[in-house]
């Protein structure tokens, strides 16, 4: 009889396994307030989301609670998203929280997203775009409301540290619908000014006060700055757009002051350390170079200055008998060597050189005679001419074309009176 009857522990496993089969309740988007909200030990969330007629009891764990970017307390507004089940020692139905956000920046935080993966893709955030904060600024300019904690706080740590730094305030919405275009407005009319590091934020405040310094235009003024940027906006936990796309972020306008300028004491203190070691330096080196002239002064070769010159003029003498040497062994030489030729059979006896060169010429000669032409005119030949030219064949004679006829003795002019052919 007993059978029919359920144990608490079953019927709460059932609902449970409903639970977690229901697709509707898989992922759940709910808004409401929070109450008896703790924050355990283990880094856990729990607490109850309420309204004005039901509440149901909340878990966020640590994985998920490390990524809220504020602090919850009782009475906030939220909006999370989440799973329902149930939670079988207590037999209650609870919503495990994945996501929290304030509610009414819901919107806000999906645009401050998807402009940041934009911007993101595009390069602005890149490490390589970073333009280096210098470490004695000249003149630092100040982009914020003129009234206000922020600009007080500013002025006073970068008087306090660095007053002989010159700060120039371009006074700035930094609050409501146009604030984002004074704020990029200021930031290019500061690129005019001779400035070595520009400070761009203000106080804490919402989301939606912060919210002009995650717009695009304020990002893109900021990226476009020839001069190095420091964000400070807001509290340490606030980040926005602007300090992403900043050359450095400050987690507050103090810092940021800090940031942009040294501490004069510090600066002392350095310059103090750098004149005891360059008086260390110098005082090494003098001492060094003394003793070092010391030893120059006390060498032997100092004592003794002749004795430099002594192995040099042996070394001298060395060298010049050497070339004495040299230069009478190169005349002995020569002196040898003509007399040789003095005494060489060709110039005692110098008619043999012409005696076989006269015969030569000789005989050359009697060629040339019995060559001669005119030598043949002298055994009763002659030479016939024709217009300064040697006639060879009657072919070339007319009649009565005059000649001239070459004998061993002289010339006969003739006139042709007849040609006849040898038979």
């Known amino acids: ?232 906006v807001g509290h340490e936990v606030d980040f926005t757009i602007a300090d992403f796309v900043a050359d450095l972020r400050a987690p507050t306008p103090t810092a940021a002051a800090e940031l942009a300028v040294p501490n004069m004491s510090d600066l002392n203190k350095h310059i103090n350390q750098l004149s005891i070691r360059l008086n260390e330096a110098i005082y090494k080196k003098v001492n060094y170079l003394k003793l070092y002239l010391d030893s120059v002064k006390n060498s032997f070769v100092i004592k003794n200055p002749g004795i430099m010159f002594e192995n040099k003029k042996q070394s001298l003498d060395l060298m010049n008998s050497k070339l004495n040497d040299l230069m009478l062994g190169k005349v002995d030489k020569f002196k040898n060597e003509l007399e040789k030729i003095k005494k060489s059979y060709v110039l005692t006896n110098p008619e043999l050189l012409y005696k076989d060169k006269i015969v030569e010429i000789k005989n050359i000669i009697d060629k040339l005679n019995l060559l001669n032409p005119l030598n043949i005119l002298s055994r009763g030949y002659s030479i016939t001419y024709l217009n300064d030219k040697a006639l060879k064949s009657i072919e070339e004679v007319n009649k009565k074309d005059l000649l001239q006829i070459k004998l061993s003795d002289g010339f006969i002019d003739a006139m042709v009176t007849d040609v006849k052919e040898e038979n």
């Open 1 to 232: 009889m007993n059978d029919k009857y359920l144990t608490v522990g079953a019927i709460t496993r059932y609902l449970k396994a409903k639970f977690d089969v229901d697709e509707n309740l898989q992922t759940v988007f709910l808004k409401g307030e929070i109450s008896n909200f703790k924050a355990h030990t283990s880094g856990h969330f729990y607490f109850s989301l309420k309204d004005e007629t039901s509440k149901i009891n909340a878990i966020m764990f640590r994985s998920n609670a490390n990524k809220v970017l504020f602090k919850p307390t009782d009475g906030m507004k939220v909006l999370v998203t989440g799973r329902i089940s149930v939670y079988e020692a207590m037999g209650s139905y609870q919503i495990y929280v994945d996501e929290m956000l304030e509610d009414g920046v819901g919107n806000l935080y999906i645009a401050f997203e998807q402009l940041k993966k934009k911007l993101q893709a595009e390069g602005l955030f890149d490490k390589e775009h970073k333009k280096a904060i210098p470490k004695i600024p000249k003149r630092v300019g100040i982009i914020t409301a003129s009234t206000g904690a922020a600009i007080r706080d500013i002025m006073t740590t970068i008087k306090r540290r660095f007053p002989i730094c010159e700060t120039i305030l371009f006074p700035t919405l930094v609050q409501g619908e146009n604030a984002k275009e004074d704020i990029a407005c200021n930031i290019e009319k500061a690129q005019n000014y001779d400035l070595d590091v520009l400070i761009v934020g203000r106080g804490g405040g919402s989301i939606e006060d912060l919210w002009p310094f995650n717009e695009e235009i304020v990002a893109r003024a900021i990226y476009n700055s020839k001069i190095p940027v420091i964000s400070a």
